[in-house]
């Protein structure tokens, strides 16, 4: 099969359709509408194989995983994605293969209605680019420099299940049911409606992909403010409970792929939150308060100050 029938019969039939594409795959470039009064929001996400993924992974849940984390950025944003872009590096045209990874793919793609306009496909170790697009109204963007004093900080869902995950899935851990965490770090759910939602309530936003304590310093550093984070507030799933408490912290702070959201809120808009989230099944929880002091302190329930290990993963580090 050459490239194109691949692309074709892998990449083009599948597709939702949105209404801000004028022009999709096939040409040189994808033409797209941005309505009157909108922005445009764009990221790009590079899984490497064995870097982002075991080698291991089901293709499918490569193919979910490559869109959903593009698809958490948009959500960090405030943004509704519309579009995405796929470029694939391929050890070799493998069929069996490109059903299950666009299976995966386009059954996330439907469900958030992002239509694929393009892409590029080559020969090499394999490697998944996703750029994703989406709508903001003008000004409405979340960004990571919004964060005040008193604001409260606020996580969504649980923390920690993908770090548990990956140790699962690496056997540095047997857990009496790794099902739960396994699909926590195979098939986040982006946090796309929640994202939305935060636009006007939200002060600053993030997506916990590096651990809570990497991404939340992102938001202190662009804001210029520090932090309090309550570990005994932390949300913990019963799997993350069940670890002893000192690996339990560690994970819910530090371990990776979570893609939950992290935002702050004024105290003006907490009531707004509230009714916000009332709709969502996902929770809410709040975990701390921004300081003016620069830093991160987290602090136990009896006011003792826990000094965490180790921080967020680095690729180069
Ligand atoms: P060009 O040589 O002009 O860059 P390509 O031969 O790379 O064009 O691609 C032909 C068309 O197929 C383009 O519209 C491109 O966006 C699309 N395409 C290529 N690879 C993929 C892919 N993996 N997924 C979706 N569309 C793709
Ligand atoms: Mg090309």
Same mark, same amino acid.
């Given at each position: 099969?050459? @490239?194109?029938?691949?692309?074709?019969?892998?990449?083009?039939?599948?597709?939702?359709?949105?209404?801000?594409?004028?022009?999709?795959?096939?040409?040189?470039?994808?033409?797209?509408?941005?309505?009157?009064?909108?922005?445009?929001?764009?990221?790009?996400?590079?899984?490497?194989?064995?870097?982002?993924?075991?080698?291991?992974?089901?293709?499918?849940?490569?193919?979910?995983?490559?869109?959903?984390?593009?698809?958490?950025?948009?959500?960090?944003?405030?943004?509704?994605?519309?579009?995405?872009?796929?470029?694939?590096?391929?050890?070799?045209?493998? @069929?069996?293969?490109?059903?299950?990874?666009?299976?995966?793919?386009?059954?996330?793609?439907?469900?958030?209605?992002?239509?694929?306009?393009?892409?590029?496909?080559?020969?090499?170790?394999?490697?998944?680019?996703?750029?994703?697009?989406?709508?903001?109204?003008?000004?409405?963007?979340?960004?990571?420099?919004?964060?005040?004093?008193?604001?409260?900080?606020?996580?969504?869902?649980?923390?920690?299940?993908?770090? #548990?995950?990956?140790?699962?899935?690496?056997?540095?851990?047997? #857990?009496?049911?790794?099902?739960?965490?396994?699909?926590?770090?195979?098939?986040?759910?982006?946090?796309?409606?929640?994202?939305?939602?935060?636009?006007?309530?939200?002060?600053?936003?993030?997506?916990?992909?590096?651990?809570?304590?990497?991404?939340?310093?992102?938001?202190?550093?662009?804001?210029?403010?520090?932090?309090?984070?309550?570990?005994?507030?932390?949300?913990?799933?019963?799997?993350?409970?069940?670890?002893?408490?000192?690996?339990?912290?560690?994970?819910? #702070?530090?371990?990776?792929?979570?893609? @939950?959201?992290?935002?702050?809120?004024?105290?003006?808009?907490?009531?707004?939150?509230?009714?916000?989230? @009332?709709?969502?099944?996902?929770?809410?929880?709040?975990?701390?308060?921004?300081?003016?002091?620069?830093?991160?302190?987290?602090?136990?329930?009896?006011?003792? #100050?826990?000094?965490?290990?180790?921080?967020?993963?680095?690729?180069?580090?």
């Amino acid at each position: 099969m050459d @490239e194109f029938a691949l692309i074709k019969r892998y990449f083009t039939r599948r597709t939702p359709r949105s209404p801000h594409v004028v022009l999709g795959i096939g040409d040189d470039a994808a033409v797209l509408d941005i309505p009157a009064g909108m922005q445009l929001a764009v990221s790009v996400d590079t899984l490497v194989s064995g870097v982002h993924f075991p080698t291991s992974t089901e293709p499918y849940d490569i193919g979910y995983k490559a869109l959903a984390v593009n698809l958490s950025d948009m959500a960090a944003m405030g943004a509704e994605p519309f579009a995405a872009t796929l470029a694939l590096t391929l050890p070799q045209a493998d @069929e069996a293969w490109l059903q299950r990874f666009s299976g995966g793919f386009f059954d996330l793609a439907a469900r958030y209605h992002v239509q694929l306009i393009g892409g590029d496909t080559t020969c090499g170790p394999l490697s998944i680019t996703v750029q994703i697009h989406g709508l903001l109204p003008q000004g409405a963007a979340l960004l990571r420099s919004g964060a005040r004093p008193d604001d409260a900080i606020y996580v969504t869902g649980t923390l920690g299940d993908a770090g #548990l995950g990956l140790l699962a899935a690496q056997n540095k851990m047997t #857990l009496p049911d790794p099902q739960r965490a396994l699909d926590k770090l195979n098939r986040p759910e982006p946090r796309v409606l929640e994202g939305m939602a935060l636009r006007g309530i939200a002060g600053s936003a993030i997506d916990v992909s590096d651990g809570l304590l990497a991404d939340l310093g992102h938001i202190l550093k662009a804001s210029g403010a520090g932090a309090r984070l309550n570990l005994d507030a932390l949300p913990l799933s019963p799997d993350v409970r069940a670890c002893d408490e000192e690996q339990a912290h560690a994970i819910a #702070l530090s371990a990776g792929d979570d893609y @939950e959201l992290c935002f702050t809120v004024p105290s003006s808009k907490e009531a707004a939150l509230k009714r916000a989230f @009332e709709t969502f099944s996902c929770a809410c929880t709040r975990v701390g308060v921004i300081e003016r002091e620069p830093g991160l302190r987290c602090v136990r329930a009896d006011g003792s #100050l826990y000094v965490p290990k180790a921080s967020g993963y680095d690729h180069f580090r």
